[in-house]
């Protein structure tokens, strides 16, 4: 699962363009029941990703649910179970006890259907969400990793989304270290609206590298090529870590537990971050 880099949502109201993004080449497909749908579509939408969840696919897709708040997470959680959906995202994820109500309905809802358990991605959208992202995320074991809504966001805290990123850096950097503490893999970026402004999005896709997630939530296909590149390993990264473990291990099985490479010195968390990004490598 840490492999999935691109996340798209496609609107869970439109056959065609969700039919269409099975074959874009994102690793993990979003039918929109919630902000990508009017309320008087909120059941054709249902049935219409019901259908589309019969079709042949190589990737994941996951649903994103209606909040709590609404009267439509009930059916819509049904469905997404009932039809094989790979996973269930959560909007507006703000505290442990909406995980918790969600975790314990999706456990008897798989019981009765004779259904294994799904994947659930609580999406963090407000201030309080990101205050309490540790506690959202150690809230019940199928929660894989968070995801980071910027937009909603932004207007939680009364400024707006510039592009830059300075807005959002300590959300992002919180989110980050919520989920390592958590134990859980790294939480997915908020979508760039940028859609036409490529430069833009490359720009943002480097810094949230950097800070440390791992993934893009994304709203066109035309971002999916640039969003798997960045969140690779590159040629370099991959050369250092094969030299990194070459001489770590080598002073290992000469019973030392620290070496020099490049100049600079390599322990256990050093080999281990080579080792993560070998395993990319691997399960790419």
Same mark, same amino acid.
């Given at each position: 699962?840490?492999?999935?880099?691109?996340?798209?949502?496609?609107?869970?109201?439109?056959?065609?363009?969700?039919?269409?993004?099975?074959?874009?080449?994102? *690793?993990?497909?979003?039918?929109?029941?919630?902000?990508?749908?009017?309320? !008087?579509?909120?059941?054709?939408?249902?049935?219409?990703?019901?259908?589309?969840?019969?079709?042949?696919?190589?990737?994941?897709?996951?649903?994103?649910?209606?909040?709590?708040?609404?009267?439509?997470?009930?059916?819509?959680?049904?469905?997404?179970? &009932?039809?094989?959906?790979?996973?269930?995202?959560?909007?507006?994820?703000? *505290?442990? $006890?909406?995980?918790?109500?969600? *975790?314990?309905?999706?456990?008897?809802?798989?019981?009765?259907?004779?259904?294994?358990?799904?994947?659930?991605?609580?999406?963090?959208? !407000?201030?309080?969400?990101?205050?309490?992202?540790?506690?959202?995320?150690?809230? =019940?074991?199928?929660?894989?990793?968070?995801?980071?809504?910027?937009?909603?966001?932004?207007?939680?805290?009364?400024?707006?989304?510039?592009?830059?990123?300075?807005?959002?850096?300590?959300?992002?950097?919180? #989110?980050?270290?919520?989920?390592?503490?958590?134990?859980?893999?790294?939480?997915?970026?908020?979508?760039?609206?940028?859609?036409?402004?490529?430069?833009?999005?490359?720009?943002?896709?480097?810094?949230?590298?950097?800070?440390?997630?791992?993934?893009?939530? #994304?709203?066109?296909?035309?971002?999916? /090529? =640039?969003?798997?590149?960045?969140?690779?390993?590159?040629?370099? /990264?991959? $050369?250092?870590?094969?030299?990194?473990?070459?001489?770590? $291990?080598?002073?290992?099985?000469?019973? &030392?537990?620290?070496?020099?490479?490049?100049?600079?010195?390599?322990?256990?968390?050093?080999?281990?971050?080579?080792?993560?990004? #070998?395993?990319?490598?691997?399960?790419?």
């Amino acid at each position: 699962m840490f492999a999935y880099k691109s996340f798209l949502f496609t609107p869970g109201n439109n056959a065609k363009r969700m039919e269409k993004a099975l074959s874009a080449g994102a *690793d993990v497909l979003i039918f929109d029941l919630e902000d990508a749908v009017a309320i !008087s579509e909120k059941a054709n939408a249902r049935n219409t990703i019901t259908g589309c969840l019969e079709l042949p696919r190589s990737c994941k897709v996951y649903v994103r649910i209606n909040g709590l708040e609404t009267n439509f997470w009930h059916d819509d959680l049904i469905m997404a179970v &009932q039809h094989g959906a790979d996973g269930v995202m959560l909007p507006k994820a703000e *505290d442990d $006890e909406q995980i918790k109500f969600i *975790d314990k309905f999706l456990t008897e809802l798989e019981s009765k259907q004779g259904k294994s358990p799904i994947d659930l991605i609580p999406l963090v959208e !407000s201030a309080r969400g990101v205050i309490l992202a540790f506690n959202i995320a150690c809230a =019940a074991k199928r929660v894989s990793r968070l995801a980071f809504g910027a937009l909603d966001y932004t207007m939680d805290i009364e400024t707006s989304f510039s592009g830059e990123g300075t807005e959002i850096f300590y959300a992002r950097s919180h #989110l980050v270290n919520a989920s390592r503490a958590a134990g859980i893999l790294p939480p997915v970026d908020t979508v760039f609206p940028g859609i036409k402004d490529q430069d833009g999005f490359e720009r943002d896709l480097l810094i949230a590298k950097q800070l440390g997630m791992f993934g893009k939530l #994304l709203i066109h296909p035309n971002q999916i /090529e =640039a969003t798997n590149r960045v969140f690779s390993p590159s040629e370099e /990264e991959i $050369e250092w870590a094969r030299r990194i473990l070459a001489a770590f $291990e080598a002073a290992e099985a000469a019973g &030392q537990g620290v070496v020099q490479v490049d100049g600079k010195m390599v322990d256990y968390p050093v080999a281990d971050r080579a080792r993560r990004i #070998l395993s990319q490598v691997d399960r790419n």
